[in-house]
């Protein structure tokens, strides 16, 4: 089949903002200890603890913030017991994450070394659930706060002079769950009296995002928008919050302790995951829209801090560490939601994918037992799709249907396309969900020229197929051929299960 498009070079879109190629880091299993953090006594080469391999990788993706310490983590962490000589730092009970025992040796200075090393914004996510609001004011004015004040001797103390620039700032972590099991109305005048001593120190200007609905829970939305205040109040919104939060996964299991094989899932399994997937979608456009009734401006930011896919847990691995592997499946499930993020550009500021290392959909899998790293079909894609990063977006329309399935009750789309430009280049991402067809698109474009191209192509002969570091490369993106250029028109080969980018000089 061959499918018809029209993209025109000239009409450009919202900027798909970098901050939704963002990432997360929580306390959680192998996540920062094993994973970020092996501390300075470890062979693996680090600075400061912090394994330099994995800094390497996620450099090299333009990783653009980092969402810390939780996740529900977040809410039973008290800031103050991450300060000061490791040695001296209290042990607390991780509740949430397999009962371990967490000794606070990565902490706030840690944290912020690893995200300078990154060249990552620091997306830091305070304690409401079980926290104060001093507790939380101070570690805004420890973090940022220049001059003579209490947080800012206490931070000279410990070793750092200079403030830090701290932008992102979250009010909580899923406040109607772990995060304190609230109801909306409750949370939403927290997070304002929260978000009121979170002060702005010097240049220092927090952009405060309330913690928002799980998945189609528009009612959350609804009563955070309206605890904004009335329309064009902006002094309300630069003191309370900023932007919602949203949270999504993708988790083909109808129960949380059968979520299905992280690998060993059939042809049904893999189109349910993609169907789940794609529903993302709809989420975002709904809480758009209700966004939309109470701010038609846009002035307030949709922050998708948590999203990916949950499966059960690798065989023989602690349940509480959520440790998964990472297959082709995992790669179109990542393509298809940034197709989405960038087509809601004009509302969806921010999106963290969960988690960076060793928990749930990675980009990255540490061996406990070696010095060896993997580099998942998640990370590739986000490689293969960087151009997209602060590009201007642009419209991709389609003459006709494109070839869908039923799967279930719904009916998954099985072709998807997103276009941007930026410096002078023109990136075309395409996934081809399909687990047995290929298919073959035909873009016409208008309003410029396109010089050259050049396609790399993320494929593998079983859409189980991941990287181990037995087998490192088994998945990764190769130069595609199945790309053509003629006058004002581009065609693409899209192989069965296959993510294809194409990249052209304009
Ligand atoms: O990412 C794992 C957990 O999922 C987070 O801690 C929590 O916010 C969510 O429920």
């Not at 099985?414 to 002078?424: E, L, M, N, P, Q």
Request: include cysteine.
């Amino acid at each position: 089949m061959t499918i018809e498009a029209i993209l025109n070079l000239d009409i450009g879109g919202p900027r798909i903002n970098r901050h939704v190629y963002g990432h997360f880091a929580e306390h959680l299993g192998r996540c920062i200890y094993g994973g970020f953090y092996v501390g300075a006594d470890s062979d693996i080469p680090n600075e400061g603890g912090i394994r330099l391999d994995v800094v390497d990788a996620l450099r090299a993706l333009g990783i653009p913030n980092l969402r810390w310490p939780g996740g529900c983590f977040a809410d039973e962490y008290h800031w103050r017991d991450g300060i000061g000589p490791q040695d001296q730092r209290p042990v607390m009970v991780n509740t949430h994450w397999g009962g371990v025992e967490e000794n606070n040796h990565f902490g706030t200075h840690e944290f912020m070394a690893l995200c300078e090393l990154l060249g990552a914004e620091p997306y830091i996510s305070g304690n409401v659930g079980s926290g104060t609001v001093r507790e939380m004011s101070d570690w805004v004015e420890y973090l940022t706060r220049d001059g003579d004040s209490p947080m800012a001797r206490l931070r000279k103390a410990n070793g750092r002079d200079q403030p830090w620039n701290v932008r992102f700032w979250g009010l909580g972590n899923e406040a109607w769950g772990c995060g304190g099991n609230m109801t909306a109305q409750h949370y939403a005048q927290e997070a304002r009296r929260y978000g009121t001593y979170c002060r702005d120190y010097g240049d220092n200007k927090l952009y405060k995002i309330a913690a928002g609905a799980n998945a189609e829970d528009y009612a959350w939305t609804e009563t955070l928008m309206k605890q904004l205040g009335h329309l064009g109040c902006q002094h309300i919104r630069n003191t309370a919050y900023h932007a919602l939060s949203l949270h999504y996964y993708t988790i083909p299991g109808t129960t949380w302790t059968n979520k299905g094989s992280a690998t060993l899932f059939d042809t049904g399994e893999y189109y349910t995951t993609m169907a789940e997937a794609a529903r993302i979608e709809q989420l975002i456009a709904g809480h758009a829209a209700v966004m939309d009734c109470y701010d038609p401006a846009k002035s307030v930011g949709l922050v998708l801090d948590e999203w990916g896919t949950w499966f059960d847990v690798e065989p023989g691995t602690n349940p509480g560490f959520l440790y998964q592997q990472n297959t082709l499946r995992d790669a179109l499930v990542a393509s298809l939601h940034f197709d989405v993020f960038h087509r809601h550009a004009d509302r969806l500021v921010m999106a963290n994918i969960a988690q960076t290392v060793n928990v749930l959909q990675a980009m990255i899998l540490t061996d406990p037992d070696s010095k060896a790293l993997v580099l998942t079909p998640t990370y590739h894609v986000f490689q293969m799709n960087q151009g997209h990063q602060d590009a201007t977006s642009l419209r991709v329309d389609f003459r006709g249907e494109l070839p869908s399935r039923p799967v279930g009750d719904a009916t998954l789309t099985t072709v998807s396309v997103s276009a941007s430009r930026k410096d002078g280049r023109l990136l075309v991402s395409l996934s081809n969900l399909d687990a047995t067809d290929a298919a073959d698109i035909t873009i016409d474009l208008r309003g410029g020229a396109v010089r050259t191209v050049e396609a790399l192509i993320l494929t593998s002969q079983a859409l189980q197929d991941h990287n181990t570091p037995q087998s490192p490369t088994a998945v990764v993106p190769r130069a595609h051929e199945g790309v053509s250029l003629s006058g004002g028109t581009l065609r693409v080969h899209l192989p069965a299960h296959s993510f294809v980018t194409v990249s052209g000089a304009l």
